[in-house]
């Protein structure tokens, strides 16, 4: 039944309720909106991988499927914006996914030890950085190495990284430190298989 929802002349005028929206019409759009909330979120904000290595041991295990963080590094250009946005800049320990130096189609996983300005050197297997002694507690004992390496200073806007399993890993100890402009997201969380879901450290 239509309702009276407006005048003209002094008289009111008749107008049809709209008709209600079908059921199907309401789960298609609900499936739309949530396809492209999925389709933008991978697109720009995560990226999902599976660990092909044991060089990330025992923080990332061969086979894990892990979502990275596209979105975390992005420039931010003025204070107001990294204080509105959930974006930072690059800090130790992180483990980054980046395009491999020497073969760019390759992604490679790592953790970062030096920044841009530090000085890290390798003493049989114990990092120094800036002169101090690096507290690696995400290196388990029975995956160190006993390489060493002299002190280098890490040139602006590179990153030296290293994997957990230092025995195992190729890393800036082999093709040196990496340029930022590599380093595309932060490794954020496994999400399989369940026994190893949980954020990423």
Not at 133 to 138: C, R, V
Request: overall charge negative.
């Amino acid at each position: 039944m239509g309702s009276r929802t407006g005048f003209a002349d002094g008289r009111a005028i008749a107008q049809d309720d709209p008709p209600p929206k079908g059921i199907l019409r309401d789960y298609a759009e609900t499936i739309l909106i949530c396809v492209i909330f999925v389709v933008f979120t991978r697109a720009f904000i995560f990226q999902q991988s599976k660990i092909p290595s044991g060089s990330m041991e025992d923080t990332l295990l061969i086979g894990d499927y892990i979502m990275v963080n596209r979105f975390v590094y992005s420039p931010a250009d003025s204070a107001w914006e990294k204080a509105l946005l959930p974006v930072r800049d690059i800090k130790r320990g992180d483990v980054v996914v980046f395009k491999f130096p020497e073969e760019p189609e390759t992604d490679y996983i790592k953790r970062v030890i030096g920044l841009p300005g530090d000085r890290v050197a390798i003493d049989h297997g114990r990092v120094m950085v800036n002169g101090k002694l690096l507290q690696e507690t995400y290196v388990p004992a029975r995956f160190t190495d006993d390489r060493s390496q002299p002190e280098m200073k890490i040139p602006t806007n590179e990153y030296f990284v290293m994997g957990d399993h230092r025995s195992i890993s190729s890393d800036s100890r082999d093709f040196g430190p990496v340029e930022r402009g590599l380093i595309y997201g932060k490794a954020a969380f496994v999400y399989w298989p369940m026994d190893q879901a949980g954020v990423v450290r």
